[in-house]
């Protein structure tokens, strides 16, 4: 019989930034055979004869070599941990690697409660779903929700458009709704109170996204300019080569994606191939942030803020945590990135992340967080001071009315002319600045185009909008790597910002960041001066004329 103990935990060791007068410094190489020594004397006995397990192991030791910063991640029962923190007091910190997530808005619909209790039944309605586009062709990897008073299916379209959900104790006339979120190329859908047949297909026709559908670069194609970069006042024009760098900590970066030209990466995960397996993104989240960064100015796909830009993809999910965070800021810290976008979150502080964060302004580099989306509190990294934080919006007009996006506008939304503060935008006094977030068209893999939701949205647009700051202006670009430079692009993008009228400080900051166009640039010239224009204009004809007539 085995005694039953707690169970380890993931533990991130670091040190204070400034120690107390009266504790002693310890190197990293001493906490590391003191580790060594308490999982031995804290070592897990078998009871029934096997091998003792380790009480402790250590994973990883993230560092960098520009900051300085030092680092343990440690895998250690509750009582070496304790024992830790009693013997290194003060020396060290020592707090649990929480779990971050990638934020992206996901549709929760007011009809997905759900009453078991009420459900004796074993009778099953079955549907059969035919998702189709406009022409009549079948949809395949379209996700197929349908809710009904007690009960809630899902499935997956296959390639002739089809899925099957069955409803336990649910009828025809008791289905409330049908949500369709296509993979790429279409709008999604949702129907309230849809008429549905068990007995044959019940088609449900999607629009597409437009033109921006391929990436052939065929004749029939033209670039899309979103409504957020429109919003934001992105100009039409490419840029040079410009050495600027823009590192996307997130799922990783479909490479082969025509719109993308990333220069490099790496894989924060377990793998044996870091170096290669960062082109593996299984959710796209990576790559539709990327492309919102940086697409390329060509002649089809979508239009990035910072399309010459040198892209980073540095994959941190699946398993996010505060370790891989960290050990993704030290490669961006080692390897002169300029812009780090984190479309990503958790609840918890982390006094090692932002730790790394600071060192990263400390290095010149400004890190751009999203918000988050549970309409709550700005989660972490973006609550840090260290991070520009944004929030997101909506407009109007940028989407079917009939598409799953219309749910984020809610019964009584806050609104400044076009644009709505969406319901799922975490708000309060860390948001710096707001942008797009809702019904954004990007990248996907297999070389597809998605129209997406959320704060992970709105991030890149930000994160973009710097990295072409960067990109036009030579003075900010040979700022010494310093504090002084990332605080200099962060002010600069401040500058840029317009308030919008009607929305609350905590849902916009400072506003939204726009660049100002040719004619927001032209001075303005008095209305006398223009007068006194037409009166030399007229004299001019006047004198002209009859310098003709007496020539006659």
Same mark, same amino acid.
């Given at each position: 019989?085995?005694?039953?103990?707690?169970?380890?935990?993931?533990?991130?060791?670091?040190?204070?930034?400034?120690?107390?007068?009266?504790?002693?410094?310890?190197?990293?190489?001493?906490?590391?055979?003191?580790?060594?020594?308490?999982?031995?004397?804290?070592?897990?006995?078998?009871?029934?004869?096997?091998?003792?397990?380790?009480?402790?192991?250590?994973?990883?030791?993230?560092? !960098?070599?520009? &900051?300085?910063?030092?680092?343990?991640?440690?895998?250690?029962?509750?009582?070496?941990?304790?024992?830790?923190?009693?013997?290194?007091?003060?020396?060290?910190?020592?707090? *649990?690697? *929480?779990?971050?997530?990638?934020?992206? /808005?996901?549709?929760?619909?007011?009809?997905?409660?759900?009453?078991?209790?009420?459900?004796?039944?074993?009778?099953?309605? +079955? @549907?059969?779903?035919?998702? +189709?586009?406009?022409?009549?062709?079948?949809?395949?990897? /379209? +996700?197929? !929700?349908?809710?009904?008073?007690?009960?809630?299916?899902?499935?997956?379209?296959?390639?002739?458009?089809?899925?099957?959900?069955?409803?336990?104790?649910?009828?025809?006339? &008791?289905?409330? @709704?049908?949500?369709?979120?296509?993979?790429?190329?279409?709008?999604?859908?949702?129907?309230?109170?849809?008429?549905?047949?068990?007995?044959?297909?019940?088609?449900?026709?999607?629009?597409?996204?437009?033109?921006?559908?391929?990436?052939?670069?065929?004749?029939?194609?033209?670039?899309?300019?979103?409504?957020?970069?429109?919003?934001?006042?992105?100009?039409?024009?490419?840029?040079?080569?410009?050495?600027?760098?823009?590192?996307?900590?997130?799922?990783? @970066?479909?490479?082969?994606?025509?719109?993308?030209?990333?220069?490099?990466? %790496?894989?924060?995960?377990?793998?044996?191939?870091?170096?290669?397996?960062?082109?593996?993104?299984?959710?796209?989240?990576?790559?539709?942030? /990327?492309?919102?960064?940086?697409?390329?100015?060509?002649?089809?796909?979508?239009?990035?803020?910072?399309?010459?830009?040198?892209?980073?993809?540095?994959?941190?999910?699946?398993? /996010?945590?505060?370790?891989?965070?960290?050990?993704?800021?030290?490669?961006?810290?080692?390897?002169?990135?300029?812009?780090?976008?984190?479309?990503?979150?958790?609840?918890?502080?982390?006094?090692?992340?932002?730790?790394?964060?600071?060192?990263? +302004?400390?290095?010149?580099?400004?890190?751009?967080?999203?918000?988050?989306?549970?309409?709550?509190?700005?989660?972490?990294?973006?609550?840090?001071?260290?991070?520009?934080?944004?929030?997101?919006?909506?407009? %109007?007009? !940028?989407?079917?009315?009939? #598409? &799953?996006?219309?749910?984020?506008?809610?019964?009584?939304?806050?609104?400044?002319?076009?644009?709505?503060?969406?319901?799922?935008?975490?708000?309060?006094?860390?948001?710096?600045?707001?942008?797009?977030?809702?019904?954004?068209?990007?990248?996907?893999?297999?070389?597809?185009?998605?129209?997406?939701?959320?704060? &992970?949205?709105?991030?890149?647009?930000?994160?973009?909008?710097?990295?072409?700051?960067?990109?036009?202006?030579?003075?900010?670009?040979?700022?010494?790597?310093?504090?002084?430079? !990332?605080?200099?692009?962060?002010?600069?993008?401040? #500058?840029?910002?317009?308030?919008?009228?009607?929305?609350?400080?905590?849902?916009?900051?400072?506003?939204?960041?726009?660049?100002?166009?040719?004619?927001?640039?032209?001075?303005?010239?008095?209305?006398?001066?223009?007068?006194?224009? *037409?009166? @030399?204009?007229?004299?001019?004809?006047?004198?002209?004329?009859?310098?003709?007539?007496?020539?006659?």
């Amino acid at each position: 019989m085995a005694n039953i103990i707690s169970r380890k935990k993931c533990y991130i060791i670091g040190k204070p930034t400034n120690l107390p007068a009266n504790v002693m410094d310890i190197s990293f190489d001493d906490i590391t055979k003191k580790i060594e020594q308490l999982s031995n004397q804290f070592e897990i006995l078998a009871a029934d004869g096997s091998p003792a397990m380790a009480a402790a192991t250590i994973r990883s030791r993230p560092r !960098s070599t520009k &900051s300085g910063l030092d680092s343990l991640v440690v895998e250690m029962t509750p009582e070496v941990k304790d024992r830790l923190e009693s013997d290194l007091q003060g020396s060290v910190f020592i707090e *649990e690697d *929480e779990p971050l997530t990638p934020i992206e /808005a996901d549709i929760q619909s007011p009809h997905r409660s759900l009453n078991f209790s009420a459900n004796t039944t074993t009778e099953k309605l +079955r @549907l059969r779903i035919v998702v +189709r586009g406009p022409n009549g062709e079948p949809i395949n990897n /379209a +996700r197929v !929700s349908v809710s009904g008073l007690l009960w809630v299916d899902h499935g997956i379209s296959n390639e002739d458009g089809q899925v099957t959900v069955s409803l336990l104790g649910e009828t025809e006339d &008791s289905i409330s @709704l049908i949500e369709v979120k296509p993979a790429h190329t279409y709008w999604s859908i949702s129907i309230a109170r849809p008429m549905v047949f068990a007995n044959q297909d019940n088609e449900v026709m999607l629009k597409k996204l437009g033109q921006t559908s391929s990436t052939s670069g065929g004749v029939d194609e033209r670039q899309l300019h979103g409504w957020g970069q429109k919003a934001m006042g992105l100009p039409s024009s490419s840029l040079g080569q410009e050495a600027v760098k823009i590192a996307v900590i997130d799922s990783g @970066l479909f490479a082969n994606h025509s719109d993308l030209t990333p220069a490099e990466g %790496f894989d924060f995960g377990t793998t044996s191939n870091a170096a290669g397996t960062w082109t593996n993104d299984g959710s796209g989240h990576g790559t539709h942030v /990327a492309g919102i960064c940086s697409a390329q100015n060509n002649q089809f796909g979508i239009l990035g803020f910072a399309p010459n830009a040198q892209l980073v993809g540095l994959r941190v999910f699946p398993n /996010a945590t505060n370790s891989k965070l960290i050990s993704a800021l030290d490669w961006c810290i080692d390897n002169d990135v300029d812009v780090i976008n984190m479309s990503l979150g958790g609840k918890s502080s982390s006094q090692a992340v932002q730790q790394r964060l600071q060192a990263c +302004r400390d290095n010149g580099i400004l890190p751009v967080a999203a918000a988050g989306n549970n309409g709550g509190s700005v989660l972490f990294p973006a609550a840090f001071p260290e991070v520009l934080a944004v929030a997101a919006i909506g407009r %109007f007009d !940028s989407f079917p009315a009939d #598409s &799953s996006h219309q749910q984020y506008v809610g019964d009584n939304p806050i609104t400044s002319g076009d644009f709505f503060v969406p319901t799922f935008t975490c708000r309060g006094p860390e948001v710096n600045v707001c942008a797009p977030g809702v019904a954004i068209v990007s990248s996907v893999p297999e070389n597809g185009y998605a129209a997406w939701d959320g704060t &992970s949205m709105a991030c890149p647009h930000v994160t973009g909008f710097a990295g072409r700051l960067l990109q036009s202006s030579e003075r900010l670009r040979e700022m010494p790597r310093t504090a002084a430079r !990332s605080q200099s692009l962060f002010n600069e993008i401040i #500058s840029h910002c317009q308030l919008l009228d009607g929305l609350p400080a905590e849902t916009q900051g400072k506003g939204l960041p726009k660049f100002p166009s040719s004619k927001d640039t032209e001075p303005e010239i008095d209305a006398s001066i223009i007068r006194l224009k *037409e009166l @030399l204009s007229s004299a001019i004809e006047i004198v002209e004329r009859e310098m003709e007539d007496a020539d006659k």
